[in-house]
């Protein structure tokens, strides 16, 4: 007897998280479907997309690297924000038509949720990286009241993504190395403002060159976040916190961007009561 699922595909995905996030929930939920995990190269991608259209069991697929944006001509219809990001990394079948969203938006703010459900009198972010992953967080931030500061090496990167994303908005642009050296700047009352330094590129993954940051640049109070998942807690958010800072790490964001995409392959909201097993599991 067939059974509902979804999956994830990318070229590599054996190493994604995603299955056990998302098994862990339908085992939670009693939902009788399942997870999975499909490489699918750049050459096989329109192959794999008119195999699902067909299949009746198929809820839907994540996205992850490289087919983000290569996906999307083979899609019926995007959604807006996605459209805006420019990247898709959630596709589901609604009415016939397969449909493309980006959830990594909702999954970086999840975390910061209770704090913006409060009143600001000005709110500002830091974020280093002009990458794939800094566009929905620009996006996100952006839409959420933040001024934003985006170091990249390429400061001219930086400024066409902010014209692009947020084009409206009044931001600024800082080379990478700005943030890497001690400033004397005296931050004015943080008093009713929300701020938070985001580190929305791989430095500090394994693998890649650690980001070199000094945390003069960082006003009292801050959020510090770092998307990077291996390791989980990068240097940058070990350093924070010996400075007294919240951190929220990359995991947050992870599991953050499943649920939203959870609820649109399942028709249920993804069961959060066990976000701390969730997480062992995912860390063990």
Known sequence: MSQPFAEVIG????????????????????????????????????????????????????????????IIPLLDRIDPLAVRIGAVNTVVPEDGELVGYNTDAAGFLEPLQQDLAGQHLFRMARIIGTGGAARAIIAALAD????????????????????ELDPEGEHHVAPLAHFGSE?????????????????????????????????????????????????????FLKEAKVHGFRTVDGLSMLIGQAAAAFEKFFAAPAPRDDDASLRAKLTA
């Not at 299949?55 to 690297?65: A, E, F, I």
């Not at 510090?224 to 240097?235: G, K, Q, S």
Request: with cysteine.
């Open 183 to 235: 400033t004397d700047f005296t931050f004015d009352d943080r008093e009713g403002c929300f701020d938070v330094v985001v580190n929305a590129s791989a430095l500090g993954m394994v693998g890649q060159p650690p980001l070199s940051f000094d945390f003069s640049h960082v006003p009292p109070g801050s959020v510090c976040y770092d998307i990077v998942t291996a390791p989980l807690e990068t240097p």
């Open 11 to 70: 070229d590599p995905i054996a190493q994604s998280k995603s299955p056990t996030i998302h098994r862990f929930w339908l085992e939670k939920a009693g939902i009788d479907a399942d997870y999975r995990h499909c490489h699918v190269t750049a050459e096989g991608l329109a192959d794999y997309i008119a195999q699902r259209r067909a299949d009746l069991d198929w809820r839907g697929c994540n996205v992850t690297m490289p087919h983000k944006q290569a």
């Open 144 to 163: 959420t009241g933040h001024v934003l500061v985006v170091a990249g090496r390429n400061v001219d990167k930086a400024r066409a993504l902010l014209d």
